[in-house]
């Protein structure tokens, strides 16, 4: 298990400071605090339900396939959520984090969009964004901001039917996105996960892979997960609270051991 901390110490400070190729990836906790709803809690026991049915089902490729309507109705539903949302200091400081260190990708499951509102200038967004719409007959993108839609966007090329520019579940990642993920993973010496369960793969791979790679990695979570058990650090808390601590004043003396929980 690795060393668990309600709050960022001077060591962890030193190495964030000491980084040169700095990589993260974000998952649905870094929204909660603008108010987007999780998709799990409890390490996965509960899931998100939408008129009776679980998130897994309403994201997924056979309900596209046989009642597209609903998954737009489903995507509209939280499209209507995140329109009054606003990113929050972990998304800011992630954002300010992109101009600091010399290399630095920023790799998010989320479709909110709340990074680049925040100001961050280069997502890799694994799973698509909620406001792009895609043709299911020429593959065209599209961005569409109205909230809620009225019916199923057309195409503004070719006049098809649209879906969401979402990733679904069974279905594969937008291509080439994931391989830069890896390939910065693979070269970064400092990885954040930052509030996510890391239960969807192959997002949930990139951890592993940046440890075995010989990164340091740091979780930022209020929850214990998967990736706790060999993260080099677990930071147990908000994003908003714990990422901005990074770039704060330093403890005096060794107040900060007195943080370690484990
Ligand atoms: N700060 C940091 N982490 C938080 C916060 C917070 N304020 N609040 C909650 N969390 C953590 C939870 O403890 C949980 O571990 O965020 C995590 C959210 O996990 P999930 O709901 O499973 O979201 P995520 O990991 O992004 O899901 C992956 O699953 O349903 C699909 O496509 C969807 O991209 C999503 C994927």
Redesign the pocket.
Known sequence: MSPVLTQVSNSLRDLFEDARRVAVLT????S??SGVP????G??SEI?MWRGRP??EL?SRELLATDPKLVWEWFDHRRSMLAEIRPNS?HLMLAEWERRFEEFTLIT???DDLHQAAGSLRVLEL?GNIWRARCRRCGSTFEVRESPIQEVPQCLACGGPSRPDV?L?GELLPEGVFERAEKAVQNCDLFFV???????YP?ASLPIAAKQARARVIE????L?DISVFADFTLL????QILPQFTQGRFEGNSCDSQRIN
């Open positions: 998952g649905a906790g870094i909660a605090e999780t998709f799990r809690v390490g996965g998100w998130v897994t994201s972990g499951q989320n479709i799973h990733v579940f930052v509030g996510t369960s890391a239960v969807v997002a930022v979570n209020p929850e997960t808390g908000n994003a908003g």
